[in-house]
Structures are given as structure tokens and as C-alpha cells.
């Protein structure tokens, strides 16, 4: 329910591989939870950068959810920026956006993906495992060395094997 007037929330939660139109709408979600320390920053540039990246659900053409997959290596992708608009929390939308991503991966043919967050019993309800960050390539630390919290990180790695 909609907590400002008890009228049900009606969203299609189709999800979609992102559309140059969807840039701003990402870019405005993922920057308001970074706002509230649950994620990093996207300029808009990065995200017209990694833009084939992402899946977003959109309702009366906002962005409502966004998630990406961002390639790592031969085996290994993150899934990042996984983000849903505070009104429609609850709807699964940040579930079947991560299971967009899982999807691709398996069709890609990788055999783990990892994230970083700061909600881990979201990840855990979609049958990942906690991490140690350690036991990931040094390269999955690229965006890393940009974040206010580096090298005192307090987000929580999660697996998900895939073979």
C-alpha cells in the first residue's frame, strides 16, 4: 500500500534491458540511495557508459528499479546498482531485477557472480552466500579507490555460484 493515501500501488514490474532514454531515470535512483549511503554514486556519464549493463522496470515512464550486470572477467560479473524507487518497496521489483541478471550470466556462460551491499538478507533471501571481499580478484575493487569509504569498505560481499 502506499503509505500517503492507501490507494494500491498498480506497477508493471516487466523487466527490460535499458533504452537511452532510461539514463537520467537510473542515474536519479541509483544517486538517491547513494544520497543515503546505501550505494556509490553514478554520474550521468558512467551511466550512459555501462548503460548496456542495466535492466530497469519503469511505471508511467519512470524508472522505478534498476539493476546491472557488469562483466569482471571470463567467469566473473557483479551484479551492481540494484536500486528501487522507496514507493515501490516490497513489490519484488529488486528481486526480479536481480534475477535478470543471474539470467544473462547463465546464458553467458559464467560460473560465479558477486555483489557488494549493504543488505545482505535481500541477496540471501535469493539463495546467495556471504563473501570474504578478499577472496575476490583485486580487480573487482576498481570502484573502490573513487568511494568516500575506501579502504574501510563496510559493504558485504555475496556469491552466487552458478555451475
Not at 553514478?42 to 515512464?61: A, I, K, P, Q, S
Not at 558477486?114 to 540471501?124: G, I, K, S, V
Not at 568511494?147 to 552466487?160: G, R, T
Amino acid at each position: 500500500m502506499n503509505s500517503k493515501d492507501d490507494s494500491p500501488i498498480a506497477v508493471n514490474t516487466a523487466v527490460r534491458p535499458a533504452r537511452m532514454g532510461d539514463g537520467s531515470g537510473i542515474a536519479k535512483l541509483v544517486n538517491y540511495w547513494a544520497a543515503q549511503g546505501q550505494m556509490l554514486p553514478r554520474t550521468l556519464g558512467e551511466t550512459y557508459e555501462h548503460l548496456r549493463d542495466f535492466y530497469v522496470v519503469e511505471d508511467d515512464d519512470d524508472i522505478v528499479g534498476c539493476a546491472a550486470l557488469h562483466l569482471v572477467w571470463s567467469d566473473l560479473a557483479e551484479v551492481k546498482s540494484v536500486a528501487v524507487d522507496e514507493r515501490m518497496q516490497g513489490l519484488r521489483i529488486g528481486a526480479t531485477l536481480v534475477n535478470a541478471c543471474v539470467d544473462e550470466a547463465i546464458q553467458l556462460g559464467l560460473s560465479r557472480i558477486f555483489a557488494l551491499t549493504y543488505q545482505p538478507e535481500f541477496f540471501e533471501k535469493l539463495g546467495w552466500k556471504r563473501a570474504d571481499v578478499m577472496s575476490l580478484p583485486r580487480k573487482v575493487w576498481n570502484e573502490c579507490y573513487r568511494c568516500p569509504k575506501f579502504p574501510s569498505c563496510d559493504e558485504i560481499a555475496m556469491i552466487l555460484e552458478l555451475e
